[in-house]
C-alpha cells in the first residue's frame, strides 16, 4: 500500500521545522520536503539575536540546523525535492514533486516569502555585505554608522525608525515625492532628528569596495545622478510570498499570501499555512515558530476528529 503521511509539510523554515517537532512528538507521521536548504530565510542571515533562548545570539544557519535535529529526534523525516503541484480536496491530499507523489491525511504550507531585490547587477554578491533585507535582523551591525533604506512603504518607515536608534544617520530613499506609509508612520517620522529623506530617487547602481560603501542614485524627475555614502543598504520595497503553487487551490489576498488567521487554518480542511507565507502583521522567527506549533495541534485534531 502506498504510504500516506499524517502531516506533509511544504518548506523548511522554523515554521515548518517547529510544525515537524510538535507533530512527531504528538506520533503522527511527519514528512517534510524541502526544495534546497534547511532554515528558509535564516541561511540569507548572520547571528540571529532576536530568538530567545541564545544569550549571544545563533547563527541563522545553526539555528536551521538545530530545529531540523529536533524535529528529526522524534521521528519526523526530511527529503529533499521540488514540489511542482498540489491536490488538496478530499480526505487524502496529493504533493507532486519531481521525485514523484507523496499522500497526507492534511499538509502544512511553509513556502515563506522572499524580500523583492533591486535588481542591481551585483546585489546578490553584496547580499550580507552592505545588502540587507531585514531591519531587526541586522541592524545591529551599524551602530553609529550611516545606513540607507530603500523604499516608501510602511515597511520601509518602520525599518528606518527602527534603524534610527541604532545608527548615527538614516537616508530614507523613495522613488516617489510623498510616503506610501500609512499617517501614523508619517508623524514619527518627520520627528526624527537623523533620518533625512532623499525623493524621487531611485538606486541606479552599488559602489562597492570589498563591501558596499555607498549608491548611485538617479533622481526621476530632473534625470540627475548622485552619490549617496552609506556603510548599509537597507532593502524594503516589499516580499514575494512563494504562493504561486497555491494560486486557485487556497484563498490569497491582493498581495499574494494565504489567507489563514491566528489557527493557521485556510479555506480548505486539513490544509494550513505558517510562517512568512500567510497573511500576519509581524514576519519573524519567533512568529513562525509559533505558527508552525499552532498548526501541528489542529492538524492532530482534524486527524483525531476523522
Not at 59 to 64: A, D, R, T, V, Y
Amino acid at each position: 500500500m502506498e504510504r500516506i503521511y499524517d502531516v506533509i509539510i511544504i518548506g523548511g523554515g522554523p515554521g515548518g521545522y517547529t510544525c515537524a517537532l510538535y507533530a512527531a512528538r504528538a506520533g503522527l507521521d511527519t514528512l517534510i520536503i524541502e526544495r534546497m536548504s534547511v532554515g528558509g530565510q535564516l541561511t540569507l542571515t548572520g547571528t540571529v539575536d532576536n530568538y530567545p533562548g541564545f544569550d549571544e545570539g545563533i547563527e541563522g544557519i545553526e539555528l536551521g540546523a538545530k530545529m531540523q535535529k529536533g524535529a528529526e529526534r522524534f521521528g519526523a523525516e526530511t527529503f529533499y525535492d521540488e514540489v511542482i503541484s498540489v491536490e488538496l480536496s478530499g480526505d487524502i491530499k496529493k504533493i507532486n514533486a519531481y521525485s514523484g507523489a507523496f499522500l497526507a491525511k492534511t499538509v502544512v504550507i511553509a513556502t515563506g516569502a522572499n524580500p523583492r531585490e533591486l535588481g542591481l547587477e551585483n546585489e546578490a554578491k553584496m547580499t550580507g555585505r552592505g545588502i540587507h533585507y531585514c531591519a531587526h535582523c541586522d541592524g545591529r551591525f551599524y551602530k553609529d554608522k550611516v545606513v540607507a533604506v530603500v523604499g516608501g512603504g510602511n515597511s520601509a518607515v518602520s525599518d528606518a525608525l527602527y534603524l534610527s536608534r541604532l545608527a548615527k544617520k538614516v537616508y530614507l530613499i523613495h522613488r516617489r515625492d510623498t510616503l506610501r506609509a500609512t499617517k501614523i508612520y508619517h508623524d514619527s517620522i518627520m520627528k526624527s532628528e537623523n533620518i533625512e529623506f532623499i525623493w524621487n530617487t531611485t538606486v541606479e547602481s552599488l559602489i562597492t569596495d570589498k563591501r558596499v560603501t555607498g549608491a548611485i542614485v538617479k533622481n526621476v524627475t530632473t534625470g540627475e545622478f548622485s552619490e549617496v555614502m552609506c556603510d548599509g543598504i537597507f532593502v524594503s520595497i516589499g516580499r514575494d510570498p512563494a504562493t504561486k503553487l497555491f494560486e486557485g487551490i487556497l484563498a490569497l489576498d491582493e498581495n499574494g499570501y494565504i489567507i489563514a488567521d491566528e489557527s493557521t487554518k485556510t479555506n480548505i480542511d486539513g490544509v494550513y499555512a505558517v510562517g512568512d507565507v500567510r497573511t500576519k502583521t509581524l514576519r519573524q522567527v519567533v512568529t513562525a515558530v509559533s505558527d508552525g506549533a499552532t498548526a501541528a495541534h489542529f492538524a492532530e485534531e482534524y486527524i483525531s476528529n476523522k
